[in-house]
């Protein structure tokens, strides 16, 4: 029972609170072994989530020791933010086992969200003034690119329409040369859903011989960049993890020479990681195509074939409208009385579709009445782009409590991982 006795000892010697969750534990401590093997890459995906989850406790401790209806929550949270740091400081200088820092680092990211949601149900307190008002105030700049994943939103059947014709014709006309079609914009104005539309869409699948996509992100490695493009292509997959980087690199590009390929490269940010990549696709003259990603023009001029990069637009207000109604009220029309109040929430989401859809899901867990309405616009930001983050986490607290767990859990995951259906049961299992 390395796990409890070893943070146990932490929590007494600290003086802090704590929770022994024993039954959590039952299920690794019992099959160690084959969890090491089975999800090695979940212990570095919630190894690497540190550092964001001590930024995101930090910001929130800052709100708790300023307000003083909350300073009976200071001891707890101080003792939170000490614990983050020495598990940091832990998995730097392996002091533990893998399984044990994997199931410490899942119970801290618990005790962190029981303890945010405790915070937000006090009277005196709303979730719009904790978040709107203090934590994006004090949050840094940083956003974790785990928060930038695409979010499953209806915003593809709004705006775009002749940007998309434009594209498509891109993807499965013009040259035989090989070219880049790329999609710029900030985070949140939909490139993923463009680009996901794009690379779903059945007239442009029908094109192509063979398809494989990836997600890029802040940071990767080209290995698993080059495992996730070949599961797409190939079904003899169960050596592969064992085959060297180069190897990967030279069995997929063999694989795409012969064939017309569309490739979809998601969420670019260096022109290093581009390089990266670049080798792996032939120019085979058969009109194959790769659709990018990135937040960063340079980036995409930098991986330029033929196309010019396109950056992607604000909303309008009628789009923005469009949008905000049809994710509230599931397509049906807005209630006269609240059209103008929520044409003003729409306006103050800046043209974002991320904040849009976010700010939709708060409406829509609230009662149709024009002062409640009112509360939310008054409380939006004019800058709510630089906000996102807020309005991502007033979106959260704002989930039931047993979904708020499920979606700490979730950050076990990488962005873009696939095939984690056993991992997802046996985090939620535990």
Not at 226 to 246: C, F, M, Q, Y
Request: glycine letters at 4%; charged letters at 25%.
């Amino acid at each position: 029972m390395i796990y409890l006795i070893t943070r146990k000892t932490f929590l007494l010697q600290s003086n802090l609170p704590g929770i022994d969750r024993v039954g959590s534990a039952d299920f690794i401590l019992d099959n160690r072994e084959k969890f090491l093997s089975l999800y090695s890459n979940s212990v570095d995906s919630v190894k690497s989530q540190l550092q964001t989850i001590q930024q995101e406790l930090k910001c929130f401790q800052a709100v708790v020791e300023t307000q003083d209806i909350l300073q009976h929550f200071v001891t707890h949270t101080n003792g939170l933010v000490y614990e983050v740091e020495y598990v940091l400081d832990a998995c730097k200088k392996k002091d533990f086992p893998d399984w044990c820092l994997f199931l410490w680092i899942l119970n801290i990211g618990e005790d962190i969200r029981v303890l945010m949601a405790e915070v937000a149900e006090v009277p005196e307190i709303t979730a719009f003034d904790l978040v709107l008002h203090n934590i994006t105030d004090a949050a840094p700049t940083h956003t974790s690119s785990r928060f930038a994943s695409n979010p499953s939103t209806n915003e593809e059947m709004v705006g775009f329409k002749d940007v998309m014709n434009d594209l498509r014709v891109k993807l499965i006309k013009g040259s035989v040369n090989l070219d880049v079609v790329s999609i710029v914009g900030m985070p949140g104005l939909g490139k993923t859903t463009r680009a996901n539309e794009l690379y779903f869409d059945e007239l442009v699948v029908s094109y192509f011989d063979i398809c494989a996509h990836c997600c890029v992100s802040q940071e990767y490695k080209r290995k698993d960049l080059l495992l996730s493009l070949l599961r797409d292509v190939t079904d003899d997959t169960t050596k592969l993890d064992r085959e060297a980087e180069n190897e990967l690199a030279d069995k997929f590009q063999k694989l795409l020479k012969p064939k017309r390929y569309l490739i979809l490269v998601n969420d670019v940010w260096k022109m290093s990681a581009w390089d990266d990549l670049l080798s792996c696709f032939p120019k085979n003259n058969k009109g194959s195509r790769i659709i990018l990603t990135t937040r960063h023009y340079e980036v995409a001029s930098y991986a330029k074939h033929v196309s010019d990069p396109h950056k992607l637009r604000f909303f309008n207000i009628d789009e923005s409208w469009t949008l905000l109604q049809n994710k509230v009220f599931n397509k049906e029309r807005c209630p006269l009385v609240l059209e103008v109040v929520g044409k003003s929430i729409a306006q103050k989401c800046g043209g974002l579709p991320l904040s849009m859809v976010l700010v939709a899901g708060i409406l829509t867990r609230m009662k149709k009445e024009k002062h409640c309405w009112e509360q939310v616009s008054t409380n939006l930001s004019p800058n709510i782009q630089a906000q996102s983050e807020g309005t991502l986490d007033l979106s959260y607290q704002n989930l039931p409590h047993y979904l708020k767990l499920c979606f700490i859990y979730m950050g076990v995951f990488s962005r873009g991982q696939r095939d984690s259906s056993l991992k997802i049961n046996m985090v939620v299992d535990s």
